[in-house]
């Protein structure tokens, strides 16, 4: 499983990113996929998960109502739309994919077996 991330940059606040995540090998057996983020000197944090099976989604309150998770299964591509963006946003993103994992642990690094290189987000003030 080979997860690569993309789409990052430099944008103002109140700005929109989407980020995507391209994928090769057994990642559309996947119980779930995912981003996370980690900015200098923090830990990495959940930001979104989508649970393969019914497509439900799952969010961090902190991104909650301007972010948004998708994927296209044509593309084999997973998807993270950046509405609204804050300062607080800036991190490296990394997305994810968890084979086992169950609902109550779509939130935990540790749940996911698999992570992209990550992408770069900067939102200036």
């Known amino acids: 499983v080979q997860l690569q991330a993309s789409g990052g940059g430099l944008v103002q606040t109140g700005g929109s990113l989407r980020l995507s995540c391209a994928t090769t090998g057994r990642t559309w057996s996947s119980r779930a996929m995912g981003w996370f983020r980690q900015a200098p000197g923090r830990e990495r944090e959940f930001v979104a998960a989508l649970k393969w099976s019914g497509g439900n989604t799952y969010y961090a309150d902190s991104v909650k109502g301007r972010f948004t998770i998708s994927r296209d299964n044509a593309k084999s591509t997973l998807y993270l739309q950046m509405n609204s963006l804050k300062p607080e946003d800036t991190a490296v993103y990394y997305c994810?994919?968890?084979?086992?994992?169950?609902?109550?642990?779509?939130?935990?690094?540790?749940?996911?077996?698999?992570w992209g290189q990550g992408t770069l987000v900067t939102v200036s003030s």
């Open positions: 994810t994919s968890a084979m086992h994992a169950i609902v109550s642990s779509f939130s935990t690094p540790g749940a996911y077996e698999y």
